[in-house]
């Protein structure tokens, strides 16, 4: 399968600490992006890695790939009540112009 | 701001009805997307379109269709509705050529088939 699988599946963090969550995939991939959702909204695009990158930042975001591992990770330092959101990767690949979606993590920042 | 706009937040259609989706960007990207996503199962691929009255089908094409007659528009169209069609339907786009850009997603339609 192309879809990307997420780990953890929920995270519950204080305010102020940081949030790791993991992606695996087990097909090749032109890019890896990563979406956030609140709460019955439509996704919002995060960060894109290209394969060939191994770590990107965006403000408090940094996003990591390791393609022989065929896995991303996706950091928040200092997170805020305000982050809580369902994160997801999402896997772009070229040949079908198809980007196809992880499960999702559901992130829980409390004040 | 890409906009990409959803013209419902929700929608209660019988069974049977014949239901149209309706989407609109307006930053005259070539690609537009639709998606369903049900918990559990994440979000599917349904239809997508590179350029005007071209499409392609998705990961779950069954009992949908599309229409993009406009390159800011493209519909979708459950022929028959079903209650299995109950969902959140959400509709992206993305620019053309380059590939390393990310989807812009409009706000979702929330359907509930009775």
């Known amino acids: 399968s192309q879809q990307g699988e997420e780990d953890p599946q929920a995270l519950s963090i204080q305010e102020g600490e940081n949030a790791t969550m993991n992606c695996s995939y087990k097909?090749?991939?032109?890019?890896l992006q990563w979406y956030r959702q609140n709460s019955g909204r439509g996704l919002v695009h995060l960060i894109l890695?290209?394969?060939?990158?191994r770590e990107k930042h965006s403000g408090r975001l940094r996003v990591t790939l390791d393609t022989s591992k065929k896995s991303s990770s996706l950091l928040i330092t200092a997170s805020r009540a305000a982050d809580t959101a369902s994160y997801f990767c999402?896997?772009?690949?070229?040949?079908?112009?198809?980007?196809?979606f992880g499960g999702g993590t559901r992130v829980l920042v409390k004040p | 701001d890409v906009k990409v706009t959803q013209s419902s937040r929700y929608l209660v259609k019988r069974t049977g009805e014949k239901v149209f989706l309706e989407c609109v960007q307006d930053?005259?990207?070539?690609?537009m997307f639709w998606y369903r996503q049900d918990p559990g199962l994440g979000l599917r691929l349904i239809y997508f379109?590179?350029?005007?009255?071209?499409?392609e089908k998705g990961d779950i094409p069954e009992g949908y269709s599309v229409s993009r007659e406009k390159k800011e528009r493209f519909s979708l169209i459950l022929e028959s509705a079903s209650t299995n069609q109950t969902s959140m339907y959400l509709c992206?786009?993305?620019?053309?050529?380059?590939?390393?850009?990310?989807?812009?997603f409009g706000s979702g339609t929330r359907l509930t088939v009775v």
């Open positions: 992206a786009s993305r620019g053309g050529i380059a590939l390393d850009y990310g989807y812009t």
């Open positions: 097909t090749s991939i032109n890019n």
């Open positions: 890695i290209r394969s060939n990158e």
């Open positions: 999402a896997l772009f690949k070229a040949a079908g112009n198809k980007l196809t």
């Open positions: 930053m005259d990207h070539e690609n």
């Open positions: 379109s590179y350029d005007v009255k071209m499409k």
